[in-house]
């Protein structure tokens, strides 16, 4: 015989469900249109679509009209290293042995992808695209590599830097760029190979020699 806690965990039957949710009001959608309309300027540029310095001057003058409160809370450090970053890359691209080097080692599909996987954990992978795109013509490589060597080191990726900087602000725990390094390390030796066949393989015809006979 089943005792009572084994009876509540067993289907009793079609019972109606009754759940109620609560009405989203969008605030202020006046402002909400404005700020659409700022993303979008802002993709364009990134596009260059539009002039980046028109679309910077535009944003930061309808934020001092808007909500100047915000310009207080935007983590200036932390910009500031980005900025960094692209000014070294611009800086690194100038010299000519490295480009000679970068031109020489990038060749093949193969050392582009390990080339992009490596620098990404020293320059983070927006970066290493924009400096190992000037040097190498196998774009996919390149591409799979940044993106897989997003993990790794803490500036591997920039999103983790803005995730990992946010989170331990947030809860204040101590030892947690070791969990993070390690997870994302784990996240790496996993993806590596992975993305290494597809260096040399096209998904449909991995999937063919994976799952046919």
Not at 29 to 46: D, E, H, R
Not at 105 to 134: D, E, K, M, Y
Request: glycine share 6%; with cysteine.
């Amino acid at each position: 015989m089943r005792n009572s806690s084994e009876k509540s965990n067993l289907r009793t039957g079609n019972e109606k469900l009754e759940y109620s949710l609560e009405p989203v009001r969008i605030g202020q959608p006046g402002k909400i249109t404005i700020y659409t309309v700022l993303f979008l300027a802002v993709v364009l540029s990134v596009l260059r679509i539009v002039d980046y310095r028109m679309v910077t001057i535009l944003v930061v003058a309808v934020m001092l009209v808007l909500d100047r409160h915000l310009l207080l809370r935007v983590d200036y450090c932390l910009l500031g290293t980005f900025i960094c970053f692209f000014i070294a890359i611009d800086n690194l691209s100038h010299f000519q042995a490295l480009s000679a080097w970068l031109q020489d080692g990038l060749a093949t599909a193969s050392s582009s992808f390990f080339g992009s996987v490596l620098l990404s954990q020293f320059i983070s992978n927006v970066p290493c695209a924009i400096l190992i795109a000037n040097y190498s013509q196998q774009w996919p490589a390149v591409l799979l590599g940044v993106n897989v060597g997003g993990m790794g080191t803490l500036i591997a990726s920039m999103a983790s830097v803005i995730a990992y900087r946010y989170y331990v602000r947030e809860y204040k725990r101590n030892g947690y760029l070791g969990e993070f390094i390690g997870y994302s390390l784990l996240s790496l030796a996993v993806f590596l190979p992975i993305g290494l066949l597809l260096v040399f393989y096209e998904p449909t015809v991995l999937l063919n020699l994976l799952f046919t006979d």
